[in-house]
């Protein structure tokens, strides 16, 4: 099948001319997604092989939180779509590792040979980097441990504490008590760069958490595995547009 681009942007009139600029050099249009809501609708149907997303999206809706989803769900490569971007925004963005960033108003010429080079990038087929194992030091030598293992990270001044799940913990260190955290040297924003973007997101200054681990949230709190997470002040609403959320009518 061949690729299919879905273009993630409120502004019709923008989103129409990008559709009509790909139809016209041959691409395969999955549709028009407005919202993140748009988004989820669109994963059920079909894989999406590059989404070319506006950062700032209606009604405070964060493209940055669409594109993770589709990164998460379908692999998608990620071309973003921007007018002015504040610094933290950037940043943030930037660690979805996108494949290039588009600036308002947009160039067609420029369009096409960034969604070609994207999908006609042989590395986009292979995993990220990051999304593979980390290597632990050990009093005797090193331990793999998949990220998928690791629970959250909470800050600790100049140190991580590290939670995992149990048999992993114990090869690291046998005489650990179950469900303790492991110490390590590096303050958070150290240990966040070695893990995947599309796995872990920081829902505070002082906390990681692995987004495929979340097995309960709460008015309150988040379970971990065995732990439970109080939710900072005002991140709830934020976390949630991180996962795929089925409401009820």
Not at 142 to 151: C, G, L, N, S, Y
Not at 162 to 175: C, D, F, G, K
Request: some cysteine; proline content about 6%.
């Amino acid at each position: 099948m061949p690729d299919s681009v879905l273009i993630v942007e409120d502004d019709l009139a923008i989103a129409v001319a990008l559709e009509e600029t790909l139809r016209s050099a041959g691409r395969i249009v999955a549709g028009i997604a407005r919202t993140y809501d748009d988004v989820l609708r669109y994963i059920e149907r079909a894989p999406i092989a590059l989404a070319i997303v506006d950062i700032h999206l209606a009604n405070h809706t964060d493209g940055i939180a669409a594109a993770r989803v589709l990164q998460r769900q379908c692999g998608s490569t990620i071309i973003y779509l921007t007018g002015t971007t504040d610094d933290a925004t950037f940043e943030r963005a930037k660690a979805t590792g996108p494949a290039a960033f588009l600036n308002k108003p947009l160039r067609i010429r420029e369009v096409l040979q960034q969604i070609e080079l994207a999908l006609d990038n042989p590395h986009r087929l292979h995993p990220n980097p990051h999304d593979g194992p980390i290597y632990l030091p050990t009093d005797y030598g090193f331990v793999r441990v998949a990220q998928p293992d690791i629970f959250y990270l909470e800050a600790a001044r100049s140190y991580t504490l590290l939670y995992l799940n149990n048999s992993t913990l114990n090869q690291l260190n046998p005489a650990r008590k179950p469900d303790e955290p492991l110490v390590l040297t590096g303050n958070l924003k150290y240990w966040e760069k070695h893990l995947s973007p599309t796995l872990f997101y920081r829902l505070s200054k002082s906390l990681l958490v692995n987004l495929s681990n979340i097995h309960r949230i709460d008015e309150y709190q988040i379970q971990l595995g065995p732990h439970a997470v109080s939710l900072p002040a005002g991140t709830r609403k934020a976390l949630l547009d991180q996962l795929t959320v089925i409401r009820t009518r």
